[in-house]
């Protein structure tokens, strides 16, 4: 993207429309002070940079005022660039209009300055260190980084200043609790987790709870109990029950300690092989053959046996069976009374086991820790309380043994429990404590959706802190250190730059290229340190001459110029405006050999009043245009013109205008070209203060010059020698422009006036290619031409031989005679 | 949110780099995880887009209370 055309009105010096069309190429703007070359560069700010504002107002009365062209109305000023391709960028009253690629051109501008000029050479120089630092720091592009760290720090600052606010709310309804406990039991940290804290402490202390577990639900556990003592007489009862269920176990351990432990399994067996005996037909048999043997006579035989009666032994047989019946009978006796005895103690034991659980807050005893469930499990033990005969069987289950030893292991435990519960219980003086317990437990309960909500919104900003904090301070630092890296490589471009314009060989080069240290401590500074016969220079200002000072300014902003053209959407454009005011010709020089070599991606416009300058870079660097502005006056603005464009107008003015007319369209055109033909040529001139040549100074060491050049080309060049006799009032008529206005009409009428105008034009097409844009010079040295030729050798002039020479006079002499 | 489609400049480029390489030291692989994501996505030098790795880290690990 470049610039194709400008169009400006109404800025400064520049009253009227003046179009330049650029066509996209570099141009050499080369005119004299004060003819309105800033004017077009301040224009180009106006529409690039939005800066140097033309402004309305009365004129003259502000800056701005001054900006705009003294005889232009308000909302007059208005400059419009139309970029190569597309794009278009209009400023004016109504402020910019610009369509995308204007824009993002604009954009690129703003971005990566373009524009140099001599008073902002030094600046660079004179800038404290933190705004170079920010200067060159302006070149990196990292508005995007910028703006994030600002982003992530102003988001940083919002969630740190919420959680302060989540935390100060939350303090402050903690402590109202915690204010409320007594002094020794308050928390050092006011967090909820705190407070909970200090109310089991307080809670262990009135022996309410272990204190083990700290959450929401044993809180409201120890809350309850805390309830339970505080209310009416509530730590009273619960003494009184603990007291009953204490008794209860007391009880049961006498009822238990004598409980029969006998084998009751081999009673059962025993009792269950006499029941076989005694339901034998041994029995039955035994008492029918003893009722009929008892029939009989002692003696007699029985019908039976078919013994002899013997009553006596009938009856021993018949008291053994009658024995055993009688300890069958004893058996189940004593185990009817075994199990009942067992039965009766179990009641007892399950009525104990109520009290205690109730007076304890317990669901079953298991729940006191090293009570193990039942032998048999508790299910089974159920059924001992249905019926004798379940009870019964239940217990040969069992075993009364394994159940006995439980039973007493259980009461011992339960004992001792109950006795810690008693010892654990308030004394009836830290009632009061209590109370405070219960009401501090139930105020936190109430709040705990606040108090959760607030600790929610902490902990997410926490989290979000912890996310912000460390990408803050890794990007932060990642932006020094490339900052840093940057600025280095741009230092060194710099130092490289200086170098190409002052190479360190030089002979008379006591100054070696800058060196600029960026250092990173607070916002960033740069220091330029300089260098003078091998003696590094704290500041360059001290020893460097302007026109080193003025080399370092320019090279600085070259080298912020090639960095920022790395990034495709660079402007890749440069208008540098009488920068080389104090740089000798020889450093101007290569300057322009720097610009020609590194910078042909740019588009440069090059704005000088430097003849000497102009001529030079017009010869060392190809394809650059030049535009001359010849002159400026009030209500017409620069008289802008390249040597074709200035032809053309002289030739129109020559059929119709006035012969004053033609004569100062004449001299704008003369003035400018004889001025560069005098570098061109290298024509000798008197010395001359200012080195402010005029044609008056110039024409004569241009007639002799190419009188020489004529005798040495003859035939080719021998029309120059005429123009050049006719031409020969140019001064003259110079001079009666200027000073003697009034003979002129009188001398030049307008016909002798368009005659010489005619001339001029000749003499100019002559020597001058309108295409390259370059005289035709000597080939190879001025002091031994072969050819006369222009640079693209539209204009070629060869010096004939001395044979064709000789050809020639003889041809000549031979016609005469 | 910003265009996932905009070229930074090397220097740009150069501080996210170097800010990645920072990060994988201090944050945890998660969140850093999280943050690769928005790299290349496009969405890290979108502030909100970062706030909203703690956002989805407090939707699951939250809720307890």
New interface residues.
């Given amino acids: 993207m470049s610039i194709a055309q400008v169009s400006i009105r109404a800025v400064r010096g520049i009253r009227h429309e003046v179009a330049l069309e650029l066509d996209g190429k570099s141009w050499l703007i080369h005119g004299d002070n004060g003819t309105g070359k800033s004017s077009i560069e301040r224009a180009l700010r106006w529409a690039l940079l939005g800066t140097e504002v033309p402004a309305s107002g009365k004129p003259l009365s502000s800056e701005e005022s001054c900006r705009r062209h003294v005889l232009e109305g308000e909302e007059s000023p208005r400059v419009v660039i139309r970029l190569s391709k597309t794009g278009q960028i209009e400023v004016g009253g109504d402020g910019l209009d610009a369509d995308e690629a204007g824009l993002a051109f604009r954009t690129a501008c703003s971005q990566g300055n373009p524009f140099l000029r001599r008073l902002e050479l030094l600046d660079f120089l004179n800038a404290r260190p933190a705004d170079r630092f920010r200067y060159l720091d302006s070149y990196?592009?990292?508005t995007?980084?910028d703006?994030?760290l600002n982003?992530?720090s102003d988001?940083e600052k919002q969630v740190a200043k919420r959680i302060k606010a989540s935390r100060q709310s939350l303090e402050a309804m903690l402590l109202n609790l915690a204010h409320r406990l007594p002094e020794q039991f308050r928390p050092k940290k006011t967090t909820s987790n705190g407070v909970m804290d200090s109310l089991f402490k307080l809670g262990k202390h009135l022996g309410l709870t272990d204190g083990e577990a700290i959450d929401w639900k044993s809180l409201e556990t120890l809350g309850n109990t805390a309830q339970d003592l505080s209310t009416g007489s509530g730590l009273d009862d619960k003494r009184r029950s603990l007291t009953t269920a204490e008794e209860a176990v007391r009880r049961l351990g006498e009822r238990v300690q004598p409980l029969p432990s006998a084998d009751m399994i081999a009673l059962a067996k025993r009792r269950q092989q006499m029941e076989q005996s005694t339901a034998s037909p041994t029995l039955a048999s035994l008492l029918e053959h003893a009722r009929k043997h008892i029939d009989l006579e002692e003696g007699e035989f029985c019908p039976i046996c078919g013994q002899q009666v013997e009553r006596t032994e009938l009856l021993q047989k018949i008291d053994t069976q009658l024995s055993e019946l009688e300890e069958y009978r004893s058996l189940s006796s004593e185990m009817k009374q075994f199990a009942k005895t067992w039965q009766l103690a179990w009641r007892e034991f399950v009525e104990a086991q109520g009290v205690i659980c109730s007076s304890c807050g317990l669901d079953s005893l298991t729940a006191i820790d090293d009570v193990r469930d039942p032998p048999g499990g508790s299910e089974l033990l159920k059924n001992l309380l249905d019926s004798d005969e379940k009870f019964q069987t239940a217990l040969l289950v069992v075993g009364p043994n394994e159940l006995l030893n439980w039973l007493k292991a259980t009461t011992r435990t339960a004992a001792t429990f109950i006795e810690q519960e008693i010892g654990n219980l308030p004394a009836a003086d830290t009632i009061g404590d209590v109370r405070i317990l219960d009401d501090v437990i139930k105020a936190l309960i109430d709040k705990r959706t606040s108090i959760?909500s607030l600790?929610?919104d902490i902990?997410?900003d926490e989290?979000?802190q912890?996310?912000?904090r460390?990408?803050y301070q890794?990007?932060r630092?990642?932006?020094q250190?490339?900052?840093q890296?940057?600025l280095d490589e741009i230092a060194t471009l710099v130092a490289g730059y200086y170098a190409r314009i002052h190479p360190p060989g030089e002979e008379c080069e006591v100054t070696r290229a800058p060196t600029i240290e960026v250092q990173r401590h607070a916002g960033g500074t740069a220091f330029v340190r300089g260098e003078f016969a091998e003696k590094l220079v704290k500041d360059p200002k001290w020893v460097y001459s302007d026109g080193h000072l003025d080399t370092v300014g320019i090279c600085i902003f070259l080298a912020l110029r090639r960095y920022r053209s790395?990034?495709?959407s660079d402007s890749k454009l440069m208008v540098l405006d009488d920068v080389v005011l104090s740089i000798d010709l020889g450093h101007a020089r290569r300057l322009i050999q720097l610009l020609r070599d590194d910078f042909d991606d740019h588009q440069i416009l090059i704005f000088t009043h430097n003849g000497l300058f102009a001529r030079w870079c017009l010869n060392l660097m190809p394809g650059l245009k030049k535009l001359a502005v010849s002159g400026w006056s009030l209500e017409t603005g620069p008289h802008l013109s390249d040597y074709a464009t200035t032809v053309d107008r002289l030739a129109n003015h020559i059929s119709d205008s006035s012969p004053k007319e033609i004569a100062m369209n004449m001299m704008w055109l003369m003035d400018e070209w004889l001025a560069e033909a005098r570098f061109s040529y290298s024509l000798s001139v008197p010395a001359k203060y200012g080195d402010e040549y005029t044609l008056t100074e110039i024409w004569d060491p241009f007639c002799s010059a190419m009188r020489k050049l004529v005798k040495l080309f003859g035939d080719e060049l021998l029309n120059v020698n005429t123009l050049l006799d006719e031409l020969r009032d140019l001064p003259h008529i110079r001079n009666m422009l200027a000073a003697h206005e009034n003979e002129f009409a009188q001398e030049f009428p307008r016909n002798v006036m368009a005659e010489i105008a005619s001339h001029s034009i000749m003499l100019v097409k002559t020597l001058y290619c309108l295409d390259c844009h370059t005289f035709a010079l000597p080939i190879p040295t001025r002091h031994a031409p072969q050819v006369l030729a222009c640079r693209c050798e539209e204009l070629r002039y060869v010096r004939p031989s001395k044979s064709q020479k000789r050809k020639a006079s003889g041809g000549e002499k031979a016609k005469s005679s | 949110m910003l265009d996932p489609d905009i070229i930074y400049s090397d220097a740009v480029q150069k501080v996210i780099d170097k800010t990645l390489l920072d990060l994988k030291q201090s944050l945890p692989a998660a969140h850093m995880k999280a943050i690769q994501r928005l790299v290349d996505q496009g969405e890290f030098l979108d502030v909100e887009s970062i706030l909203t790795i703690a956002e989805q880290d407090e939707s699951n690990t939250g809720g307890e209370g």
Avoid: G
Wanted: proline residues 6%; glycine residues 0%.
């Fill in positions: 990196l592009d990292l995007v980084i703006t994030t982003d992530l988001k959760e600790e929610r902990s997410l989290k979000k912890a996310l912000v460390p990408v890794a990007m630092k990642a932006r250190d490339v900052a890296e940057v790395k990034n495709p």
